[in-house]
């Protein structure tokens, strides 16, 4: 299981290699919405994070994540 800030940091690693969106910092309560990443990216960056930490992320529960900390929870979820 991975902890909170590794998911952050994973994620602001993957929009820089998918969608060359570059983050200072990010906060859990982050609206992916409103991080400027599109959808197709936004699949990259899911697809970069399951093969990272080794998991699968269901797709109807991908669609319920609003926020980062949204995503953490799924991640600790199925890991």
């Known amino acids: 299981m991975s902890d909170s800030q590794e998911i952050i940091e994973l994620f602001k690693k993957a ?4 969608d060359r969106k570059e983050f200072d910092t990010l906060e859990l309560d982050a609206k ?15 697809g970069y994070l399951e093969e990272e930490l080794d998991v699968h ?9 609003q926020s980062l900390r ?10």
């Open 57 to 65: 992320l269901p797709d109807e529960k991908i669609a319920r994540v």
């Open 15 to 18: 929009a820089w290699e998918v």
């Open 32 to 46: 992916i919405s409103e991080l400027g990443i599109d959808s197709v990216a936004m699949l990259e960056v899911i």
């Open 70 to 79: 949204d995503l953490s929870a799924l991640i600790a979820e199925v890991s």
